[in-house]
């Protein structure tokens, strides 16, 4: 099923101006930095992106700023944020319009990705309250042994076009509460919700009285990216993309003896066990595999399915790929947007080409749509895949909507196969055997960030820490304990006696 009627690129540019003028931004045209929707696939209007001497500003004033902001208190730091979600309540429907303008996505799902923005500022707000150490037990008399959290410095954020706004505010609204500043260089691909964003933190702290160089935004590519990595006054680099910009930035950061926080690719499985709960799983899988038109980290991507089941569950899930409506992502009933680029389904098509040449069999999918509506767009049927092995292809992340299918016999086999991956960022197991979704979450199980039990690998909340092991780049953030990553700890050991004790019964003088 598609819809045939898209929007005109001149409606998607009047709905992109008429909301960036609600949320009070004013756009700096230029014409060297396109900004562009990948519902037609072709470009809204020309901005002006930042250039080195920007960047070198937007540290300078970051770093200035943090010397001030690390001593305010931090529950007057949480005032900030809290306004900040107050804004974001206000102006959700305006910001989720520019997240499906720029990234494509469904109308349900950018609103999620706004409520994901105001859901993260209402637990920093908490947590700017909480942000505690520990009292250890000395082994001197007379002494007290603590550990404290600091503010860190600037902190400069690197993001995706997927995440185009959520990743910014598990980033930002964190590090704010923290006493952190915060440089910004958004995806080359989703400037107009930067652009928002930013305003609607200026208008907070405006509102507040902080200052306006607690966060300073920069438009660009990489080469601005590449400029923060660089720098020794960012202390911590916080990037999320893919494990190619990841092997790029990881070691840049580490030369100086910076901090990073990496947020890479993902290649996320579920296992679906002979007990599970077939209709669930089917909801679960589709959602997770097709949802966000497969351009999510956390996506599906493979399905580790028993031999005794794979039938029933393939006839299933074969009806729903069939039946996914494809198009205009405003369109109320629409479940699956565009790619993001042509580039984009170049990759995916030619991951499906290997896959074939491997012996894969496809189920479902895989053709392209709305080719005469939008020539410049790339509409796609989700693709199902059935492969006997996990070959090289399936072991790679294509960023698309292309489920692998693979069976198995024993469950010790499904969670080889399932771990014999590089990238560790989430996974599932669909049963209702207590001590296999047991087994799936402890030591011998699941090696990923996230491990879930009857839900998909997509979707989390944000009060659990979020990221991946090993090519996902090892990086938490969002909710539990990950603030920390934001923050520097010091020990400090008060002696209260009047005699010098020294650890561990050293004798001296
Ligand atoms: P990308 O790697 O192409 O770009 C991400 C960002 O990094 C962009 O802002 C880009 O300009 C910048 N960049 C690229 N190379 C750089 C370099 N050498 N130095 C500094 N900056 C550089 O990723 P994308 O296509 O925008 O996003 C999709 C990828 O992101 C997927 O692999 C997806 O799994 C991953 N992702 C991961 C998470 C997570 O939390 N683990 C979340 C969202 C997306």
Same mark, same amino acid.
């Given at each position: 099923?598609?819809?045939?009627? !898209?929007?005109?690129?001149?409606?998607?540019?009047?709905?992109?101006?008429?909301?960036?003028?609600?949320?009070?931004?004013?756009?700096?045209?230029?014409?060297?930095?396109?900004?562009?929707?990948?519902?037609?696939?072709?470009?809204?209007?020309?901005?002006?992106?930042?250039?080195?001497?920007?960047?070198?500003?937007?540290?300078?004033?970051?770093?200035?700023?943090?010397?001030?902001?690390?001593?305010?208190?931090?529950?007057?730091?949480?005032?900030?944020?809290?306004?900040?979600?107050?804004?974001?309540?206000?102006?959700?429907?305006?910001?989720?319009?520019?997240?499906?303008?720029?990234?494509?996505?469904?109308?349900?799902?950018?609103?999620?990705?706004?409520?994901?923005?105001?859901?993260?500022?209402?637990?920093?707000?908490?947590?700017?309250?909480?942000?505690?150490?520990?009292?250890?037990?000395?082994?001197?008399?007379?002494?007290?042994?603590?550990?404290?959290?600091?503010?860190?410095?600037?902190?400069?954020?690197?993001?995706?076009?997927?995440?185009?706004?959520?990743?910014?505010?598990? &980033?930002? #609204?964190?590090?704010?509460?923290?006493?952190?500043?915060?440089?910004?260089?958004?995806?080359?691909?989703?400037?107009?919700?930067?652009?928002?964003?930013?305003?609607?933190? @200026?208008?907070?702290?405006?509102?507040?009285?902080?200052?306006?160089?607690?966060?300073?935004? =920069? =438009?660009?590519?990489?080469?601005?990216?590449?400029?923060?990595?660089?720098?020794?006054?960012?202390?911590?680099?916080?990037?999320?993309?893919?494990?190619?910009?990841?092997?790029?930035?990881?070691?840049?950061?580490?030369?100086?003896?910076?901090?990073?926080?990496?947020? !890479?690719?993902? &290649?996320?499985?579920?296992?679906?066990?002979?007990?599970?709960?077939?209709?669930?799983?089917?909801?679960?899988?589709?959602?997770?595999?097709?949802?966000?038109?497969?351009?999510?980290?956390?996506?599906?991507?493979?399905?580790?399915?028993?031999?005794?089941?794979?039938?029933?569950?393939?006839?299933?899930?074969?009806?729903?790929?069939?039946? !996914?409506?494809?198009?205009?992502?405003?369109?109320?009933?629409?479940?699956?947007?565009? !790619?993001?680029?042509?580039? @984009?389904?170049?990759?995916?098509?030619?991951?499906?080409?290997?896959?074939?040449?491997?012996?894969?069999?496809?189920?479902?999918?895989?053709?392209?749509?709305?080719?005469?509506?939008?020539?410049? #767009?790339?509409?796609?049927?989700?693709?199902?895949?059935?492969?006997?092995?996990?070959?090289?292809?399936?072991?790679?992340?294509?960023?698309?909507?292309?489920? $692998?299918?693979?069976? $198995?016999?024993?469950?010790?086999?499904?969670?080889?196969?399932?771990?014999?991956?590089?990238?560790?960022?989430?996974?599932?197991?669909?049963?209702?055997?207590?001590?296999?979704?047991?087994?799936?979450?402890?030591?011998?199980?699941?090696?990923?960030?996230?491990? &879930?039990?009857?839900?998909?690998?997509?979707? #989390?909340?944000?009060?659990?820490?979020?990221?991946?092991?090993?090519?996902?780049?090892?990086?938490?953030?969002?909710?539990?304990?990950?603030?920390?990553?934001?923050?520097?700890?010091?020990?400090?050991?008060? &002696?209260?006696?009047?005699?010098?004790?020294?650890?561990?019964?050293?004798?001296?003088?």
């Amino acid at each position: 099923m598609s819809s045939t009627a !898209l929007p005109t690129t001149e409606d998607l540019r009047a709905r992109a101006r008429a909301g960036l003028a609600r949320l009070g931004v004013t756009v700096e045209e230029g014409s060297d930095f396109p900004a562009r929707s990948p519902i037609t696939g072709e470009d809204l209007f020309g901005l002006r992106a930042a250039t080195a001497a920007d960047t070198e500003q937007a540290i300078a004033d970051a770093r200035a700023a943090f010397l001030t902001w690390r001593t305010t208190p931090a529950p007057r730091r949480g005032e900030l944020v809290w306004r900040l979600g107050e804004l974001l309540r206000d102006h959700k429907g305006d910001l989720a319009d520019l997240i499906t303008i720029e990234a494509g996505k469904i109308r349900s799902e950018a609103l999620g990705e706004v409520q994901e923005m105001i859901d993260i500022c209402d637990f920093a707000v908490g947590l700017s309250r909480q942000l505690y150490g520990r009292t250890i037990a000395s082994e001197r008399p007379g002494h007290r042994l603590a550990e404290t959290w600091h503010p860190l410095g600037v902190v400069g954020v690197i993001s995706a076009f997927n995440f185009p706004a959520a990743v910014w505010s598990w &980033n930002t #609204a964190v590090a704010l509460v923290c006493g952190d500043t915060v440089v910004w260089k958004p995806s080359e691909l989703t400037s107009l919700i930067a652009l928002a964003c930013d305003r609607l933190l @200026a208008r907070a702290a405006e509102e507040v009285g902080a200052p306006r160089e607690v966060h300073r935004l =920069l =438009l660009g590519d990489r080469t601005i990216g590449e400029q923060l990595v660089d720098d020794p006054r960012v202390a911590l680099v916080s990037a999320t993309g893919s494990t190619r910009m990841g092997r790029e930035v990881g070691p840049r950061v580490a030369a100086r003896f910076g901090r990073s926080l990496l947020e !890479l690719g993902g &290649n996320n499985a579920a296992v679906v066990a002979p007990s599970a709960d077939l209709d669930l799983a089917v909801q679960g899988i589709v959602f997770a595999a097709a949802g966000t038109a497969g351009q999510r980290c956390t996506t599906l991507r493979r399905l580790i399915v028993h031999r005794d089941i794979a039938d029933t569950l393939l006839a299933r899930l074969t009806a729903a790929y069939r039946k !996914l409506p494809i198009g205009d992502p405003f369109d109320e009933t629409t479940l699956v947007g565009p !790619l993001i680029s042509a580039q @984009a389904l170049e990759t995916m098509q030619n991951a499906l080409t290997r896959a074939q040449a491997e012996g894969g069999k496809i189920l479902a999918g895989g053709n392209r749509r709305l080719t005469d509506a939008a020539p410049h #767009a790339s509409y796609v049927e989700p693709v199902l895949v059935r492969v006997d092995e996990q070959t090289e292809v399936v072991r790679e992340e294509t960023f698309a909507p292309l489920l $692998y299918v693979l069976t $198995y016999d024993t469950l010790d086999e499904a969670i080889a196969l399932h771990n014999d991956v590089p990238q560790g960022l989430s996974s599932s197991i669909f049963t209702r055997d207590q001590q296999e979704a047991e087994l799936f979450l402890s030591a011998e199980g699941s090696d990923c960030g996230i491990a &879930n039990v009857n839900i998909g690998t997509s979707g #989390a909340e944000i009060g659990g820490a979020f990221g991946g092991e090993k090519e996902t780049g090892g990086g938490r953030e969002s909710g539990s304990d990950a603030w920390r990553a934001y923050m520097r700890s010091a020990t400090n050991t008060i &002696n209260y006696s009047s005699r010098l004790a020294l650890a561990q019964n050293v004798s001296f003088l």
